[in-house]
């Protein structure tokens, strides 16, 4: 799939970050937009950006965490649109702190957005694009934290980690379809889920000095999520399979492979993975 002129592009967290860059990226070819965002306003806001690109846009508020919302949302889209040619399942939210600090309310809404926001928009797009029979692309966006432990994101890691295998099965299981799955993994990438990340068990003021740190940390990296957008793209064009984004994903992954013992003693000690 290397011309996406006229094709119908889901991203779902279009509103801001790596949704937003990968949305106006896709513009720029030309494709057709269908946004999703549980923020209309961020979502709007991207949706203006690319009709000042010359692209159609067309922006939903959603909760992909919500399976009726993402079932209404899916059945209403394909009536008025049509089946995307690429599902882009980008929507995630960070959280950061001890496992054992971790809240079962925690637990429920990330594993809600990261994972079965993920579930849902393969469950109810995939089948449409077997039906349809003329191939696709689902993307999902993963994280370079599925590739090892870390003792500072051990929840957010377990959510990544488990979209980085769904994505392998479905890739395997899609294949003979003429579909192509890509699982995303960046690394530290400069955008607004530093901010918003919620640490657990440290006090408001403490997580507030943490959330700051991380954010000067990311901005000195100032790695942009454009530079994600364009491996997507260049996922879709040769359908590639697992794709770390920024160097230190790609180091993290031949670390885990090379010599996972060392990867886990520094993890003990280090923010490996962060």
Sequence with gaps: MNDFRGRLILVTGAGSGIGRATALRFAREGARLLLADIDGSWCEQTAALAARMGATATAKVVDVSDAAAMEAF???????????????????????????????ADWER??????????????????????RGRGGHIVNVASA???APSRVLPAYSTTKAAVLMLSECLRIELADAGI??????????NTDIVRSTRWVGVDDAEAQTRRERAVRMYRRRNYGPERVAERILSAVRRNRAVVPVAPEAHLLRLAVRAAPGTVRRLARSTNLGS
């Design 110 to 131: 990330l594993i809600g957005v990261n994972l079965w926001g993920v579930i849902h928009g393969c469950r109810l797009f995939a089948p449409r694009l077997v039906e």
């Design 74 to 104: 899916a059945a209403e889209s394909i009536a008025r649109l049509g089946v995307p040619d690429i599902v882009v399942n980008n929507a995630g939210i960070g959280m950061a702190g001890s496992l054992l600090d971790t809240t079962l």
């Design 180 to 189: 192509g799955v890509s699982v995303i993994c960046p690394g530290i990438i």
């Design 145 to 147: 934290a599925a590739f």
